[in-house]
């Protein structure tokens, strides 16, 4: 069959009208298969350097595309790094209500961080009165003020004491650590800030409406051993207290924030 093939061939490569019989070559090598016209070779190989072709355009993509990838990967892996998503509040009940904020603490935390109270409350209540879309949050003096008057009221319920700051929301914050070190650790800062959030409904007809509860734990400086060389303690004192305030404020707030493989709180 092979043959019969080949010398079809062969027969359709001469000119019109010439039989067989004028093949120059004998018919015994014109039926083997070394016997190929020049222009049958020709179209395969044509076809031959058309496939090499396409393989190495093909292994030229490829590699190409690897490349793309990985450069694309790297710029996607740098925007994740510097940049920010937006988060929704968990709790929007502060929106278009009257606020206060109150901030509990042991006496031996009072002790230990004079002014503390003072700067919590002035850097959240700062925070939500600029974010949270409240209707009205009473101002931080005023509860300081208020507290310092009638040092009994932090005993008394939530509902009594929203009451007696005229507001239907009281957001409480139970702190319970601000330290910059370890007890007995004066080189080596290890700052922790801990605290129970709570958000009480007071027009609800539950008492002691606990509508929200969350606990916020941050932690400053990130990097481990980093000591009093390093870093001053005022320099401590102030990051920590502005990523307490702002990881205490955010769960009321459409906010910003980096991504989770590179948060340091």
């Keep these: 069959m092979a043959i019969g093939v080949w010398q079809l061939a062969i027969g359709k490569m001469r000119p019109h009208g010439q039989s067989s019989s ?3 070559l004998p018919i015994a090598h014109c039926q083997s298969m070394a016997c190929v016209p020049p222009v049958v070779s020709g179209i395969g190989s044509l076809a031959l350097a058309r496939c090499m072709a396409l393989l190495l355009v093909s292994c030229s993509l490829v590699m190409s595309g690897c490349n793309i990838v990985g450069f694309f990967g790297a710029i ?11 988060v929704d509040a ?39 009165e600029a974010n949270g879309k409240t209707k009205s949050i009473v101002p931080a003096l005023q509860i300081e003020r208020v507290l310092y008057d009638e040092p ?3 005993g008394r319920t939530y509902d009594e004491i929203a009451r007696r700051f005229g ?29 129970e959030l709570l958000v009480v409904e007071a027009d609800s007809y539950i008492e002691d409406d606990v509508r929200f509860q969350a606990y916020v734990t941050v932690k400053y400086p990130t990097k481990d ?7 001053p303690a005022d320099a401590v004192a102030l ?27």
Excluded at 118 to 127: F, N, P
Excluded at 225 to 231: F, G, S, Y
Excluded at 243 to 263: I, M, P
């Design 22 to 24: 004028h093949c120059p």
């Design 76 to 86: 996607e892996a740098e925007r994740r790094r510097t940049g920010t998503i937006k």
């Design 90 to 128: 968990q709790y929007t009940g502060l929106e278009g209500q009257s606020v206060a904020v109150i901030v509990d603490a042991s006496r031996d935390l009072q002790a230990d961080g004079r002014g503390l109270i003072q700067a919590v409350l002035t850097e959240v209540i700062a925070r939500l």
């Design 152 to 154: 009994d009221l932090l």
């Design 167 to 195: 507001v239907d929301r009281l957001v409480v914050i139970q702190l319970e650590e601000f330290r910059l070190a370890e007890p007995g650790n004066l080189y080596v800062w290890s700052g922790l800030a801990a605290a």
């Design 225 to 231: 051993n980093t000591t009093i060389d390093d870093m």
């Design 239 to 265: 990051e920590l207290l502005r990523r307490f305030a702002n990881r205490t404020s955010w769960f009321f707030y459409r906010h910003d924030e980096r991504y989770q493989e590179y948060q340091e709180y």
